[in-house]
């Protein structure tokens, strides 16, 4: 999957990016995101992706508490990066809802999930984790499959000065554990691999 990236000018500000991006009318299941001040749209998700998504969605509803939700399809607003992220996976707590017509801002949610295409890795590994990080996100899990020796499943956290830590990182096969208040050992023997 790769993005087609949406002109803009170069000091277009984010109340500008974000009135474009509304507009925006992208045929459904288009994913429509502002990433660095870029508007970019990507196809569909494959079958892989979504099925990995789906994985990993089933497996965080059996730990959450009830009063959180999973989403496939919220934005997360990151404004000091030029920033607006639909991430494949994102945790946030009812409480954190949006007022109407407000946008989501990533610095609520409690995990996001990015699984990367082939043809935009590179703003899962390094735009966005910039962004979740900056924003504050508490963990950021970075599904990879698309890595050119072997796909791998890394966990970022403890989120400083736009900066994350690397928590965990293991090869496709291997278990990695999301902590409290997860807790949740993912088993990443399951994911596809295109």
């Known amino acids: 999957m790769s993005a087609l990236t949406v002109g803009h000018e170069p000091e277009q500000g984010w109340d500008d990016l974000v009135h474009t ?25 494959s079958w892989d992706h979504n099925s990995t998504a789906s994985m990993v969605h089933r497996r965080l509803l059996a730990v959450i508490p009830e009063e959180w939700h999973i989403f496939h399809t919220q934005e997360a607003a990151v404004p000091g990066r030029k920033g607006l992220y639909i991430p494949d996976l994102m945790v946030a707590a009812e ?24 043809g935009n890795a590179n703003h899962d590994r390094i735009a966005k984790a910039r962004g979740y990080a900056q924003a504050g996100v508490p963990l950021y899990l970075l599904l990879d499959p698309w890595v050119s020796d072997s796909p791998t499943a890394t966990l970022y956290g403890e989120p400083e000065a736009g900066t994350y830590r690397m928590l965990e990182t293991v090869e496709y096969g291997g278990k990695l554990t999301l902590p409290a208040p997860f807790d949740l050992a993912i088993d990443t023997a399951e994911f596809p691999v295109s």
Do not use: C, H, N, Q
């Open 95 to 118: 409480v954190d809802r949006p007022a109407p017509g407000e946008l989501f801002p990533a610095s609520r949610a409690k995990l996001v999930v990015e699984i990367t295409s082939r």
């Open 21 to 45: 991006w509304k507009g925006m009318d992208a045929r459904e299941g288009r994913k429509v995101e502002i990433i660095e001040g870029i508007i970019t749209v990507s196809p569909s998700p």
